[in-house]
């Protein structure tokens, strides 16, 4: 059972726009939410994070919610470029384990 | 190089085959792990070692089998695989991993695509 979902698959933005990526969790024991970027090739890149004692951080354009009584997480990106086309991974952590959704793949056209 | 490096980035390989998977730190972290990412489903943590001992391991099946020789450092070993087991692994390495407080800012390697036939 997946303890972090990530529901769309994928998200077209036009680039100037808001891009809203959604994650939603099963487990209220989650210490910490973090947000990876992968392009194709290479590894997750770390993008930003917010406490569970949080519900908002803000890092230039990008702003990461926290809704702990509905279990959702999402992050923004105002406005959005064409380089944040990427695959976006949500993950929570619990303890010492670092959990994973599937991803959202954005593509952000001009 | 800078980062994290992982050799190959492809490899084909049979189910009678004796394979190793290299991962190289240049950061300077106590902290690796090897994740595993099949089509369509979460990255899954394998192996966590910290200053060089393991500290993690999630249930995998022994022809999986990590190695660090030093901090910057970490192998994969893989023996008698089975076509389930392909896909791609990931590398990670963290300043440091303290239980209880996962160090989150992983730095990732661009991983082996790794198909068994």
Same mark, same amino acid.
């Given at each position: 059972d997946q303890q972090v979902k990530q529901n769309s698959p994928s998200l077209s933005v036009q680039e100037g726009r808001i891009s809203i990526l959604n994650c939603d969790y099963t487990n209220s024991m989650f210490d910490y939410f973090l947000w990876y970027k992968k392009y194709p090739a290479e590894g997750p890149t770390f993008l930003i994070s917010i406490s569970s004692i949080k519900d908002k951080n803000e890092d230039g354009r990008f702003t990461v919610f926290l809704n702990k009584s509905a279990k959702h997480l999402s992050l923004h990106i105002? /406005? @959005?470029? /064409?380089?944040? @086309?990427a695959v976006y991974f949500c993950a929570a952590i619990l303890t010492d384990k670092l959990i994973f959704g599937t991803g959202t793949r954005l593509q952000v056209f001009p | 190089e800078t980062g994290v490096t992982q050799t190959p980035r492809h490899l084909v390989m049979g189910m009678t085959n004796k394979k190793s998977l290299k991962c190289e730190q240049?950061?300077?972290?106590?902290a690796m792990y090897w994740y595993k990412q099949s089509a369509k489903k979460p990255l899954e943590l394998m192996f966590v070692y910290s200053l060089e001992e393991?500290?993690?391991?999630? !249930?995998?099946? !022994?022809?999986f089998s990590p190695e660090c020789p030093n901090s910057s450092h970490l192998f994969l070993h893989l023996h008698t695989l089975q076509p389930e087991d392909s896909a791609l692994y990931l590398c990670a390495s963290s300043q440091d991993f303290n239980p209880g407080v996962l160090s989150y800012e992983q730095y990732f390697g661009p991983g082996t695509r790794l198909t068994v036939t």
């Open positions: 105002v /406005p @959005s470029q /064409p380089g944040d @086309s | 240049h950061l300077g972290h106590n393991r500290v993690e391991n999630n !249930s995998v099946p !022994s022809r």
